[in-house]
């Protein structure tokens, strides 16, 4: 009874999120991710619903950092003006490269970032889901681009990869990308 009452109390904090009953599916990722290939500005394409972006012309910026970590600088232009958010990224098992977690604070876990496919030039299909107590889930998904607009059938690829592995999309938004580079 104390777990399911513990969910009914997190609900309202997942509202502006995408979550379903039950646990997290595991998609296939990619083989033989190269992390120095992704490294570099992603342009987000479409994405199932967050607390955290609000704004049009998301973006993602990974570089290596000496310590052997990823900085990931998100950033977004919200009412007129560029918001950032600076984050870690690591590969905790290496015999799973695109298995990676992120977090954007030191008093937070890392969280799934799992990059389902890639070519490194043009397209990447980014998956996170994360478990409440096995009852239900927290998930998010992400079409990457290497620029601000990919053609619709690299679209319509993508959406259907997701799909294919078990992912609810009907609620996936496409980013307004308009805007003047930030």
């Keep these: 009874m104390s777990a399911v009452y513990l969910a009914l109390l997190l609900l309202p904090l997942v509202s502006a999120q995408t979550y379903h009953w039950g646990p997290c599916p595991s998609p296939a990722?990619?083989?033989?991710?190269?992390?120095?290939?992704?490294?570099?500005?992603?342009?987000?394409?479409?994405?199932?619903?967050?607390?955290?972006?609000?704004?049009?012309?998301?973006?993602?910026?990974?570089?290596?950092?000496?310590?052997?970590?990823?900085?990931?600088?998100?950033?977004?232009?919200?009412?007129d003006k560029v918001r950032t958010a600076e984050g870690t990224a690591v590969v905790p098992d290496t015999r799973e490269?695109?298995?990676?977690?992120?977090?954007f604070?030191?008093?937070?876990?890392y969280s799934p970032y799992w990059v389902l496919t890639t070519d490194y030039t043009s397209l990447a299909v980014v998956y996170s889901c994360t478990d409440i107590l096995r009852l239900f889930r927290v998930e998010y998904a992400w079409i990457l681009s290497r620029s601000r607009f990919l053609p619709p059938l690299t679209v319509r690829y993508a959406k259907e990869l997701l799909v294919r592995e078990g992912i609810d999309i009907s609620r996936m938004k496409a980013t307004d990308q308009n805007c003047k580079d930030n």
Excluded at 29 to 58: D, H, T
């Design 105 to 109: 604070s030191y008093f937070t876990p």
């Design 29 to 79: 990722v990619q083989p033989g991710f190269n992390v120095q290939k992704y490294l570099g500005r992603w342009y987000e394409i479409a994405r199932l619903p967050n607390s955290f972006e609000k704004g049009k012309c998301m973006e993602a910026n990974y570089a290596l950092r000496k310590d052997g970590t990823i900085r990931v600088l998100n950033s977004q232009l919200y009412k």
């Design 97 to 103: 490269m695109a298995k990676l977690g992120v977090s």
